[in-house]
């Protein structure tokens, strides 16, 4: 069907062009002759001919009227008449400008008749007589040689010589080996050989100066394309395929037209060899052509060519700045095949070409990679942004976590301290007690020996006829001894909180100091007034802890003392300066301190007057200071001096106040009216912060309106105190210094809260949703009943704080623990439930968040809002009404979380047996933390100690193997004895997996480590140790 429509189609194309006269038909021999002829003309395939020939003779006699209708334009010499015309040398500059006007009109004209016209015109284009394939080659020829001139002249440095002309040399064995038929072959050689001879003699031509500037101007039209293009249409049919296969120049032609400059002529070219190439012997013609190429573009080697690419790759690829254009021109050259072109190269023998090779596989990039993250980097880049905003926050809550901690560490301190001191004082009080308790037994104990002394005496003095009167006194003496007086009943209080007189030790004075002692120190008891005998005692034998420390000096203007007095007795006057001198904040040492250190002779008057404190005033004095004042005659200026400011607040109050302010570096009036209308642009909350410390009090208010009320000047305030002043009448001032503040902060607060509200709302929804943890709990609680059912019983459940117990349960072997075996039991037996923890989410953060904290953060941040509602409500200012309108949606949704949190958090511990009330999330939390951290480590150790299982059973078995080889020896009769030995002993043991290494570092201390006691043992021993002094393979015992 497909023949049919298409012969039909050409035979209506046919009956288009031909005139409405119809001949009549001839008789039926000349009709199959002249059907004949027509058919040759058409030059079909031979399945459409014999369809045609099926035809009867009406419609044969309509397509030769049809075929002999058509009238060709113009016949194949007019155009080679034509392009030799354009080829003779003899023509003149000018002539040859008139003819190559119409030189691209021709050959289009031509390719037109090739691709349009029967092959019968065709054939008598490219027959011996006309040799149109051999004019339209050398016409080809003459038109690119300027091209390939001009390239040889920029290389070989601008000599002409036409003896090396490519044109000169033979390619006669291009087709040496190729067999491709031709119609030509029945042409005499010598005629072919003569027509090469005539193409060359021509080409030797082409290096003239005419022919060269005439291929010159050529080179500038179209030409080259057309030409090609005529090729192309004689090697649509087979006889001219045939041919321009044959022809000994056509395809080199064809190749050198790569040189032209029109992209459009390059992909011609490139199409038409890529055709070749497809035909069977066309591919060896290419790569011939190719070498043909080379040689006249004088390639001469082709690893200096490649040397050359390869570098001229590496620069254009790798020199780029912009790393992705640098990907772009490396996938361009990877779509050529320029990678396995590379991998075809990497055996050169050439250094050069290996270098540059090697240079480009360093520099290059995984295309794959970079078009993966290429794809992917939008997203990634958002993936960025959320992960630094993760971090911002998560680093805000680290902080203010630690602020915290620090906080309630520091509160323990303190109470931890008080409770020491409180420690101590009992301490001190019982020890106290316990001396004048073991006092007064020693004292019981002395009365009662001497009682028992002298009544021993008495008795001796009856039998022996009267008392010495030594020995009475002596008795008498001894009794008469005053008992000790009741000290036990004094209270501590009375014991250590007294006054001691401490003397100094100056010659010329005594000062007395009280110091409150408690306890008392070591010092000894002073003469006057003599203390109880009691009190003596607890002095002497209590231990004293250290003084408390010295008592801070006197504050200036308190009263203190102005002046120092040492030992001498000398009084330090104060130094007058020139100018006021800044302050040095040192801690100074009190006069008592003063003896003994290396202060005591000390004389830094001496040194004053060694320097020129001149010079040292004037670097270190303060600023905003006039001249310097000459003390002669400050009497007479000091009635000129500048009045100085009067300040209503305290130093120290004025002086942070002005350093607040300048952080501002605004003027009064501009903070005061901020606050007044709740601009928090123009201050910010850090500075509304920092002035909150310094709110009026109310006797600092009563002052600036009494000095007001007194009707005196203004400017003779201090800056701080006009500040004061305006700072002052603001009305309801606390409340909106604490709705700044709290304006300010909103955000971050609700930054802060929302993450940890989330941790703890996802946090317990998982666990207690985690089915994979129930399966774990289970397995646990089974395990522990079993453990436990004969000695305590069966139990329904477990507190979470169990969990951490896991670990301290521990094999027999002391191996491995309860956690342990649990994460094997899994391993082999639940595989559904192994990776139960990536059901758990957020539990680590909500682990570090202590909710009763941050439900009281919310709760602040409810008060806050409420009292902005209620300025608000007074003032109906802008600022709070937009504030309100923004933020009080995003403060329910917070509420909204928090009670959300806490009612998930309660659900989850409830779920677990435990209360809200004694486990909050700081302590719930963790449990699953640990849990989930040892569960996996016991994981890892459980696989490293299969791991190790299986390399010591692998061993085993390569020495069972080597004893099989050992027992095919006739040695091994002698070694079966020990072998049944060691066996016996792992039977009796019960430990067949101990291994026993025969014959090796480490064999006797594994046997001496076991049953001492057993026969075999001592066998194996004695055998291993006396094995290496018997040659016979005999064991002697």
Sequence with gaps: MGNTESMESQLAVIRSRAAPVRLPMPDPAELEERFSIALNSMNLPPDKVRLLRSYDNEKKWELICDQERFQVKNPPHTYIHKLRGFLDPAVTRKKFRRRVQESTQTLRELEISLRTNHIGWVREFLNEENQGLDVLVEYLSFAQYAVTFDGEQAEGGGELSSIDSPWSRSIEDLHGDCSLPSPSSTAPRAARHSISSTLVTRSNTLPSRRTLKNSRLVCKKDDVHV??????????????????????????????????????????????????????????????????????????????????????????????????????????????????????????????????????????????????????????????????????????????????????????????????????????????????????????????????RLERQAQEAQQGGGPQRGEGDGGVSDCASPSPPPCANLSPRYKYNRIIYIWSSDDSAQNMSQVHLNPPPPAPPPPPPPPPPCRTSELSSAPLPPPLPPVAPPLPGSGGSPTVIFNSGLIKKPIQTKFRMPVLNWVALKPSQINGTVFNDIDDEAILRDLDMGGFEELFKTKAQGPAVDLTLSRQKLPQKAPSKVSLLEANRSKNLAITLRKAAQSSEVICRAIHTFDLRTVRVDFVECLTRFLPTEAEVKMLRQYERDRKPLEALSDEDRFMMQFSRIERLSQRMSIMTFMGNFTDNLQMLTPQLHAIIAASVSIKSSQKLKKILEIILALGNYMNSSKRGAVYGFKLQSLDLLLETKSTDRKQTLLHYIANVIQEKYSSVLLFYNELHYVDKAAAVSLENVLCDVKELQRGMELTWREFSVSHNATLKDFISRNESRLSKLQEDAHIAQDAFEDAVKFFGESSKTMPPSVFFPIFVRFIKAYRLAEEENEQRRRQEQMLLEKLEQEENQEEEETKSPSHKGKRQPQELITELRRRQGKDSRHVYEGKDGAIEDIITGNHDDVVTVQILLFLLLQPFFNDNSLYI
């Design 227 to 452: 030409c090609v293009m005529c090729l192309r249409a004689i090697m649509n049919y087979q006889y001219g395929f045939n041919m321009v296969m044959s022809h000994p120049h056509a395809v080199n032609e064809i190749a050198l037209s790569l040189n032209n400059r029109n992209p459009r002529t390059k992909a011609l070219v490139l199409e038409l060899l890529a055709a070749v190439c497809l035909v069977r012997g066309g591919h060896e013609i290419i790569l011939s052509a190719f070498d043909h190429f080379k040689t006249v573009q004088n390639i001469h080697h082709i690893c200096l060519m490649k040397v050359a690419c390869m570098q001229f790759i590496n620069i254009v690829v790798h020199s780029v700045e912009d790393m992705n254009f640098r990907v772009h021109l490396q996938y361009d050259f990877t779509k050529l095949n320029l990678d396995e072109h590379l991998e075809r190269l990497k055996h050169t023998e050439s250094d050069r070409l290996q270098v540059q090779i090697q240079a480009y596989l360093d520099n290059v990039f995984d295309v794959g990679t970079l078009l993966e993250d290429a794809e992917t980097k939008t997203a990634a880049l958002e993936r960025v942004e959320e992960l630094e905003e993760n971090l911002g926050t998560r680093l805000l809550d680290v902080e203010n976590e630690a602020m915290l901690k620090i906080v309630e560490l520091e509160k323990q301190l303190m109470q931890t301290n008080k409770e020491l001191d409180q420690l101590r004082d009992v301490y001190a009080s019982a020890n106290s007690q316990v001396h004048t308790l073991r006092r007064m037994v020693r004292e019981k104990d002395q009365t009662i020996r001497r009682q028992s």
